[in-house]
C-alpha cells in the first residue's frame, strides 16, 4: 500500500495549508482544576474549533490536499456527527459541493446543521441499507471523493496541527508535559496529535481515553487488527461511539506507544461540569473524555503535569444541563 | 488632580507588564451566529481569561504598576465578585497579601473563592456598615494599597489590554469592525478598550451595554456627573450591579463619542443560550450583554461588522440552566 507509512511531513503540510483558515485554539489552565485534579493540567481547548470540534481540522486539510480538478468535482462523507458537519462547513469554505449521508434516524437538528452549510443530504435506513455502498455509488457516479473520518493520512495530519499548536503553546509557556491524553474512538485525532506531540517530548507518555465497555482501540493495539464497537454498548460519548477503530490510527498509537483507559458517563458528567466551573468550557461528552480519564484515575497522574485535549462542544442543551445538575447534586 | 488625564502610554505599560501573565483571549466568529443577527459578529472571548473575567487584566496591572515596598505590604478590595476574586487572584501571582471586603450576605462560594487564593477576608454588614470606611481603615492601619474596581487610570489601562489584543487580532484577520460593544457598570471595561480600539479605528462607533432600568454610565454621559443605580433596580446582570459609574471612565467614553444601548433580561439569557450554541462559550449574564445588545437593537447592527466583548463566565449553574431552557422553550 502506497500510504502505509506516515510521514511527519504530511503534517508539516497541514500545518501551512491550514495557516489562518482554522482557529488556533487557546490552552487554559486553572489552579482550581489543578487543585481538584491534584496535578497540573493544560487543558487545548479544541472545542472553540470552527463547527465545535477538531473534526474541522481533518476535513479541511483533506479538501485542500486534493488536486484542483478532483476538489472541484465535490466530496462524500458519511456521518450523523462532527464529522459530518466539518466536511459539510469545510467543502462552504473553499467552494466546492459536499453530500453527507447519514442515517434516517438522524436528530433534525444534525440533518439541518449540514443543509446550512450548503451541502446535500442523503438518508438511508441503517436497518435495511449500508452507507458504504451509497457513498460509494456517489463517488463513482459523480467523480465525488469520499473523506474518510479517521482512517486516511491527510485527515490524520489535519488532526495532528491540534497538536503541533498545542506543542508550541508548551513551548512558548515553558512546560514540558508529562504526559498527554486524548479522547479515541476511531483514533484520528488521538494518533495525529500524539505523532505531532511525540518527537518534540520524546519521554512523553501517551494515552487515549475510550469509553468504559467500548475500548475499541485498545482491544486493536491488543489484537493487532481494528476492532468493532461491541454491539449494543450505550453510552454518553455519544461522539466516540463510531463502529470501529481505524488501521492507520492504530499503527501510529503503536509506534508512539500509547496506551487506553475507559472512562465512564459518570466521569464524563463530572469532567464537563468541571470544565464549565473551572476553566469555563462548553464540552460535549466525547469532548471532556480525556479530562475525565484524570478523573477517573488519579493516582496514574498524581503530582504530573498533564496535557488533555479538549476536542469538541456539539452537546445539545439537555445533556449539559444534566452534567450541571449531577454536580450540584452529586 | 494630578491623574485627570488618561495617557495612551499607560496601555502600552500595562500590555508590556501583562505580557506572559494573562491569556491572550482569542476572537471567535461564527456563520450561524451571523446568520442569526444579521451581522458580522467576531467575539472576544475574555470569559477564558484567568478568574474568569476581565477583572484580572486590571487587578494584575495595578498590583505591578504599585512600587515594590508598596505592593509588599498587600492591597485591599471591596467586592463580593470579579474584581475581589481578580485581586485575591492577582495578589496570589505578585506574591503579596490581599483582604477583600464582603458583605456578609455573599454567597459562601464568591467568600470561598477569595480565600481559596490565600486572600483574608473581611465581613461587613451592609445595612449597618461602611464598606468604604473598613477598606480606609484596612489600608490606614496596614499600609496596604485600595485596588480600585474601576474609576483609577492603571486598572483603566489594564482591561484596555483587552483592547490591544481585540484591535491585533482584527487587524490579523483583515478585518475592519464598524463598531465595537462592550458591556458597562463602572466603565472600567469599556472605556478602557474603546481608549485601546479607538485610536487605530478612528470611523469606529463605540456602544456600551447596561441593564434595562439601570442606565447608570448613560445617565452619567447625559449629566455631566457620575449617577448611581436606582434604587431597588433588580436584574439578572449582577456584574452590572454596581452602585455607581466611575467618573475617569465616563471622560474616556466621551472622549471617543460613545453611547449606551440598554439590554433586559430576557435578551441576555437569550444570548447566554446562543453563545453556548454557536460559539460554545460559557458567558455570565453580564458577559453576555454586548452580545445582549446587537439581539436587542438589530436594525442598529444590520449589515455591519460588529466587534463584542464577552467579558466574564462566572456563573452559577443554576442560572446557566436557566438560560438554555429558556431557549428550548422560548
Redesign the interface.
Known amino acids: 500500500m502506497h500510504d502505509s507509512e506516515f510521514s511527519p511531513a504530511l503534517i508539516t503540510q497541514a500545518v501551512a495549508r491550514l495557516a489562518g483558515k482554522i482557529?488556533?485554539?487557546?490552552m487554559?489552565s486553572?489552579?482550581?482544576l489543578d487543585a481538584a485534579l491534584g496535578c497540573r493540567v493544560l487543558l487545548k481547548?479544541e472545542?472553540?474549533q470552527?463547527t465545535?470540534s477538531f473534526k474541522f481540522r481533518g476535513a479541511l486539510n483533506k479538501l485542500l490536499a486534493l488536486p484542483e480538478d478532483v476538489r472541484a468535482l465535490g466530496v462524500v462523507a458519511f456521518s450523523s456527527g462532527n464529522h459530518g458537519h466539518a466536511v459539510a462547513?469545510a467543502a462552504a469554505q473553499v467552494g466546492c459541493a459536499a453530500v453527507i449521508v447519514l442515517p434516517r434516524s438522524a436528530p433534525a437538528i444534525k440533518i439541518e446543521s449540514c443543509r446550512?452549510?450548503g451541502a446535500e443530504t442523503v438518508l438511508y435506513d441503517p436497518e435495511t441499507e449500508d452507507r458504504q455502498a451509497i457513498g460509494q455509488h456517489l463517488a463513482e457516479s459523480r467523480g465525488m471523493t469520499i473523506v474518510p473520518p479517521f482512517d486516511d493520512h491527510d485527515v490524520i495530519a489535519g488532526q495532528a496541527t491540534c497538536g503541533v499548536e498545542f506543542a508550541a503553546q508548551c513551548g512558548a509557556a515553558d512546560i514540558t508535559p508529562d504526559v498527554i491524553i486524548a479522547p479515541c474512538s476511531g483514533g484520528g485525532l488521538s494518533s495525529g496529535v500524539f505523532a505531532a506531540m511525540h518527537p518534540r517530548y520524546p519521554a512523553i507518555e501517551t494515552v487515549f481515553a475510550e469509553p468504559q465497555g467500548s475500548e475499541k482501540m485498545a482491544a486493536t493495539l491488543a489484537k493487532g487488527a481494528p476492532q468493532s464497537r461491541p454491539a449494543g454498548h450505550v453510552t454518553i460519548l455519544d461522539g466516540l461511539s463510531g463502529p470501529h477503530a481505524g488501521l492507520r490510527p492504530s499503527r501510529l498509537l503503536k509506534a508512539c506507544g500509547a496506551r487506553g483507559l475507559a472512562v465512564s458517563d459518570a466521569q464524563t458528567l463530572r469532567a464537563m461540569?468541571l470544565a464549565?466551573?473551572t476553566?469555563?468550557?462548553?464540552l460535549e461528552p466525547a469532548g471532556a473524555a480525556a479530562l475525565a480519564a484524570v478523573l477517573q484515575h488519579p493516582a496514574q497522574f498524581q503530582g504530573r503535569t498533564v496535557a488533555v485535549v479538549c476536542s469538541g462542544?456539539n452537546v445539545d442543551?439537555?445533556t449539559?444541563?444534566q452534567a450541571?445538575?449531577q454536580?450540584?447534586h452529586p
Open positions: 482557529v488556533t485554539t487557546p487554559l486553572s489552579p482550581m481547548a472545542s472553540l470552527r465545535g462547513a446550512w452549510w461540569a464549565f466551573r476553566v469555563k468550557l462548553v462542544a442543551s439537555r449539559f444541563v450541571l445538575q454536580d450540584e
